[in-house]
């Protein structure tokens, strides 16, 4: 078996799947040492061709591909895309449309976030040989074995996509992934702008010169990772940027006292670089405090009774999401769940689309003393409330 690796290969077998009405694909990358992931192999089958594709081949064109998955006539089809998404929106295209068969399998009943060869063995009785997964793909050549363990990750795509789309189809839940898949393919989930880095982060106050330096901080750090090549946490932990918001130090001692940033940091070639992005939030802290952030923090913390709220939330969630046999996590998360127990009208997914008809409606309902929780041997059930009615005046 050999992998494409040249532009007449590449160009001939994206014109057999130019008719496809699908494309399974995968990747192999190396990313361990590097903010940008290393594209090292593309795996793709349709119903007429499959192949393995060598992106670090000299001279090696990618555009017919990219061709192949900008084409709206056909449906790209991975297992837990969003990495994949990542690096070919780095190339200049989001594959769209796309089908993630693991939100699938969620809202399929196949529990969270299942694993490629987990929803295999159960789909397909089939158990695959995982010898080559923790291979360097980066190396040349690569073995026969190799190749063809990447191969077989597409081959076994292509038949498990239209079987679970068949699943979801009779259930009625194709919606639910087709709404999931425009999250997945929204060009601001990779966003790589430094001034938005702080979004990754999880800001534990509201105050806005702590705001402003985490967000000056983040931008410096998502810079750095960017020109070095280097992954963030190499760089500066996401811990030594939230103690660095909280302290605000502004000179190489005040930065070397602090104890989530590592020994000496204030000596090494980032040191006079990070303290003038802390000195340039503090001249001008309303400039650089990120307003969304500061209003999403602006009630402080969570009430008693909120928490009393969210706890019933997790216990109606877990409810609903058997009853429906569908991944909790897929409907709601435990943010999800504060907001909604916070605000009625919150800003969540969990209050729109299909999670809003699955449990959405009856969070609210919950919380307005409608609906109870019943405990029935081992399994809750959820009940309506029966008002007495008004005594007449």
């Known amino acids: ?71 709206p006539k056909i449906e790209k089809v991975f297992h837990a895309a969003r990495q994949d998404v990542e690096i070919f929106n780095n190339l200049g295209v989001i594959p769209r449309p796309l089908f993630d068969t693991q939100v699938a399998a969620m809202a399929a009943g196949f529990g969270e976030q299942i694993a490629y060869d987990a929803l295999v063995r159960q789909m397909l009785k089939i158990d695959l040989d ?60 990779y966003d790589t702008d430094p001034e938005n880095a702080w979004k990754r982060l999880k800001p534990k106050k509201s105050a806005t010169k702590y705001l402003a330096v985490l967000q000056s901080v983040a931008a410096w750090r998502e810079r750095t990772s960017q020109q070095r090549d280097q992954p963030r946490g190499r760089i500066l932990k996401d811990d030594a940027i939230d103690e660095i918001a909280t302290q605000a130090p502004t000179d190489a001692d005040g930065l070397n006292r602090l104890r989530a940033v590592p020994k000496g940091f204030a000596g090494s070639r980032y040191g006079p670089e990070l303290l003038e992005a802390i000195k340039a939030a503090l001249k001008d802290p309303e400039a650089f405090a990120p307003t969304l952030a500061r209003n999403n923090h602006g009630n402080g913390a969570q009430t ?66 409608e609906l109870a929780l019943v405990l029935d041997g081992a399994r809750v059930r959820v009940v309506e409330v029966r008002r007495a009615p008004k005594a007449a005046e």
Request: hydrophobic share 50%; charged share 25%; with cysteine.
């Open 1 to 71: 078996m050999k992998p494409i690796i040249s532009n007449a290969e590449l160009k001939a077998f994206c014109d057999q799947l130019t008719n496809a009405s699908f494309i399974a694909v995968d990747t192999e990358f190396m990313r361990e040492t590097t903010y940008w992931p290393k594209l090292c192999l593309i795996q793709v089958a349709g119903e007429a061709a499959e192949a393995v594709i060598d992106p670090l081949a000299e001279g090696l064109d990618l555009a017919p591909l990219l061709a192949l998955f900008a084409d």
């Open 130 to 189: 995982k010898s080559s997964r923790f291979t360097d793909w980066a190396r040349r050549p690569l073995s026969e074995a190799q190749l063809v363990y990447a191969l077989a990750d597409v081959t076994h795509l292509a038949s498990l996509y239209p079987m679970l789309r068949d699943r979801l189809d009779k259930a009625g839940r194709l919606p639910w992934v087709k709404e999931e898949m425009a999250a997945l393919t929204d060009p601001a989930l």
């Open 304 to 369: 008693q009774a909120s928490g009393a709220i969210v706890e019933l939330l997790k216990v109606l969630l877990k409810a609903r999401a058997e009853d429906s046999g569908v991944a909790a996590k897929l409907i709601a998360t435990v943010s999800d769940l504060e907001k909604i127990a916070s605000d009625d009208n919150a800003d969540s997914p969990a209050l729109h689309g299909w999670r809003r008809e699955a449990f959405g409606e009856d969070a609210l309902r919950l919380k307005r003393g």
